[in-house]
């Protein structure tokens, strides 16, 4: 993989990832004042930032599975908690 396939596959994923903290901004916004969803929100944010800033030091391919790997687990997780949330 090319070093400009990498910057647009890295692309690619800061936009996933501003997808999901776009969901993590909504959950937060309707489960306010739960400890355990002010604990899930601050994870996922921190796994969150953590990636974003691997995408930029990120030189293979396999780099970037493994960073989309924590997008979707993140992703995964905050499906979770909010299905929790709703019933």
Do not use: H
């Amino acid at each position: 993989m090319s070093a400009y396939e990498i910057a647009f596959e890295g692309e690619i994923l800061m936009e996933k990832g501003a997808e999901i903290s776009a969901d993590l901004y909504r959950y937060t916004q309707t489960a306010a004042g739960s400890d355990t969803s002010n604990e899930v929100a601050v994870a996922l944010r921190k796994l969150i930032w953590a990636a974003k800033q691997q995408i930029l030091a990120a030189e293979s391919e396999m780099d970037l599975a493994r960073i989309e790997a924590k997008f979707d687990l993140a992703r995964d997780i905050l499906t979770m908690v909010g299905e929790t949330a709703n019933g």
